[in-house]
């Protein structure tokens, strides 16, 4: 029969509490003795809070996630409707804008990857040079594909224009199932209603407010489905 090793046992926090402010005290006594003043006042004032490492910060959660070409639309359509859903919501809605939620450090496939999959809503801007940008194709059929609920923009674009271009089938960058998974992306938003917006001729603060506006509509038709699910699964 083997025998059980006996674990020492589990100091609570009240007695490491204790300990602490007992050796705070020991050591300014002994600062004082020395003749520092200084160092035995600082012993004398610490806190056991000190002592304890800070609790580690809450990861982000995003409630929408913003798909877009930077070259043709961060600096316009996507940073002002980023902002406006900060405003609308007083803070309380987070959006994915990459240069905006991603540090130094951070990974930018797992980043965005974790923006996608807790986001609630997705706004992908459509625009003339987002074919170019793998990022973009990639974002956009895994927002599919997680089947969020897409918002498209359609800023400077038709929805009759959303085709992949030859150069990109033809390319040696993609396997043949990301061309299929980018041309499903693409049929999708193609078949969702959306904005279309004219950058020639069109007012973007009149986009951004309606797109804003249709964001936190969405968000908040989400916040009321998740009660009567409730309410539905406990009566079953």
Known sequence: ??????????????VISDDCDIASRLNASAEAAMGNAELAARWATRR???????APASPKKYDVFINHRGVDTKHNVARLLYD????L???QVRSFLDNKSMRPGDRLHESINEGIRQCRVAVAIFSPRYFDSDFCLHELANIVESRKLLIPIFYGIKPSELILPQE???SQTFMPRDIDR??????????????THD??????ADLVLTAANAVMERIQETEQRVPQRQMILSRL
């Open 199 to 204: 950058p020639a001729k069109d007012d973007l």
């Open 84 to 87: 406006r859903l900060e405003h």
């Open 48 to 54: 056991v809070d000190d002592e304890r490492p800070a």
């Open 1 to 14: 029969m083997a025998s059980s090793s006996t674990l020492p046992p589990q100091r609570s926090s009240a």
């Open 182 to 195: 980018f041309r499903f992306a693409l049929k999708e938003a193609k078949y969702t209603v959306g904005l």
């Open 168 to 170: 990109v089938v033809d």
């Open 89 to 91: 919501s007083g803070g």
